[in-house]
């Protein structure tokens, strides 16, 4: 470990688990620690991205928010990697859906995240990056889901850059290649994660539809949430 706490990051060494699990919200962190953790001990303030160390079933876990987009999730997954010595990151969001037989409530894990966004330029490859998850970490959140009786929807999802398109016809053009649903932080967890020769999975909760006419109150939010955060708690 060097260079700890960080601009970023009050931490100091060791107050950090080797598995973090990273909502975008800092207030769905804090939300996390003080209904699933155990003695929840905060080790982040800095910018109000909160972070808070636990334990869950006698396990040491940490839970930090990662903010909105692949820059502020960069920074955030980057220090925890290769300056906090964290071994694993679970991405819990949400996200909208592409796909007609993906519905809002549905829990999805993305094996791969296509991405819009300019992130991989940063390490010069002669080619086309594939940011994919960890395979052991899918592979448990597939058993555990499976366990838990619920259905995990497996596939590509796209991290966008952007949140308002200016023409709409974008999402056809990744519907027509089967992209499962759009959020804006995993393809650059997956990137970070390789460089790092560390874990990265993202599990989203569908909350809105792109096509389809659904939506989701605040309950059907959190029970959707919860329902994702008992998976990726187990993994
Ligand atoms: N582009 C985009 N589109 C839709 Cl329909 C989304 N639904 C949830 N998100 C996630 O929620 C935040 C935006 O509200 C982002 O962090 C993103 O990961 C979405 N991001």
């Known amino acids: 470990m060097n260079n700890t706490p960080t601009p970023h990051n009050a931490a100091k060494p060791g107050d950090i688990a080797k598995k973090v699990l990273m909502p975008g919200d800092p207030l769905r962190a804090k939300f996390i620690a003080e209904t699933y953790l155990e003695n929840p001990v905060c080790f982040n303030t800095v910018r109000n991205m909160f972070g808070y160390t636990g334990t869950y079933k006698g396990q040491k876990i940490s839970v930090m928010g990662g903010g909105m987009g692949m820059p502020s999730i960069g920074i955030y997954s980057y220090e925890l990697y290769n300056f906090y010595d964290v071994d694993q990151i679970i991405r819990v969001g949400s996200a909208g859906a592409l796909r007609d037989d993906v519905h809002v409530m549905d829990i999805v894990a993305g094996v791969g995240a296509c991405t819009n966004s300019n992130f991989a330029a940063n390490y010069n490859l002669p080619g086309t990056f594939a940011p994919t998850a960890d395979f052991e970490l899918l592979q448990k959140?597939?058993?555990?889901?499976?366990?838990?009786?619920?259905?995990?929807?497996?596939?590509?999802?796209?991290?966008?850059?952007?949140?308002?398109?200016d023409d709409n016809a974008v999402n056809d053009a990744w519907k027509?290649?089967?992209?499962?649903?759009?959020?804006?932080?995993?393809?650059a967890l997956y990137m970070i994660a390789a460089r790092a020769n560390k874990k990265a999975l993202c599990l989203l909760t569908i909350s809105d539809h792109i096509y389809l006419d659904e939506a989701i109150d605040a309950e059907q939010r959190q029970l959707g949430f919860g329902s994702m955060m008992e998976i990726a708690l187990e993994v």
């Open 176 to 187: 027509k290649m089967g992209v499962i649903a759009v959020e804006m932080e995993a393809a």
């Open 141 to 165: 959140a597939s058993q555990v889901a499976k366990s838990q009786g619920k259905k995990l929807i497996v596939g590509n999802i796209l991290s966008s850059d952007v949140f308002y398109n």
